[in-house]
């Protein structure tokens, strides 16, 4: 086993990889626990109101039959409804917990999914909002759950000892897979 897979050096609070003791000379990455946080709330936060919005209504969206409306207009024709429903589950439950930091690259490759049907959806409309029905907000959500996917949830989250938390590499390759594997099976069989 390398020094690196040496596992015996756990931070013991949620917060110990952002004090820095100065006890040895090793190199500290104080801010990576902190700035995944950020990244999780944002990401989640933003992904789960959409989620709201979508199921519900809420936060002046379109609930599930407006959305479902909205996906025809996209090119989605076959089972909006039942698309809708599971986009905005999605969306909602994936989004929490991404913020929580719980199953963290199985929930980031489900909200990579829909980002990555989104940006698919609105390609033709050009890279920018203002030029048409640009993708570029949801590219950038996507992006976000694709960092995640190989980062993991950091160590301020509920996911302390599991195996993706020590090496989150193999199950992240997994995760992108399920996520790719998810966005052409919604694209093949809604458009």
Do not use: C
Request: charged share 10%; aromatic share 8%; no cysteine.
């Amino acid at each position: 086993m390398s020094s690196g897979d040496d596992f015996s050096q756990q931070p013991t609070s949620l917060l110990s990889d952002v004090e820095d003791n100065g006890a040895d000379d090793t190199p500290r990455q104080g801010g990576l626990g902190l700035g995944l946080l950020i990244l999780r709330v944002g990401l989640g936060a933003t992904m789960g109101a959409h989620g709201l919005q979508h199921l519900f209504g809420l936060f002046g969206g379109p609930g599930i039959g407006g959305f479902a409306r909205m996906l025809e207009t996209f090119g989605y024709h076959k089972q909006t409804t039942l698309l809708s429903w599971i986009t905005g589950i999605v969306e909602l439950g994936g989004g929490v917990l991404v913020v929580v930091g719980l199953f963290t690259p199985l929930a980031a490759a489900g909200l990579l999914g829909v980002a990555a049907n989104a940006v698919y959806a609105k390609a033709h409309g050009g890279f920018f909002e203002g030029q048409g029905q640009g993708f570029e907000f949801e590219l950038l959500l996507g992006l976000s759950a694709l960092s995640l996917l190989f980062t993991g949830s950091g160590p301020i989250s509920l996911e302390r000892n599991t195996p993706w938390r020590k090496r989150p590499l193999p199950l992240g390759l997994v995760s992108l897979l399920l996520a790719a594997a998810a966005a052409v099976v919604v694209i093949v069989l809604t458009r």
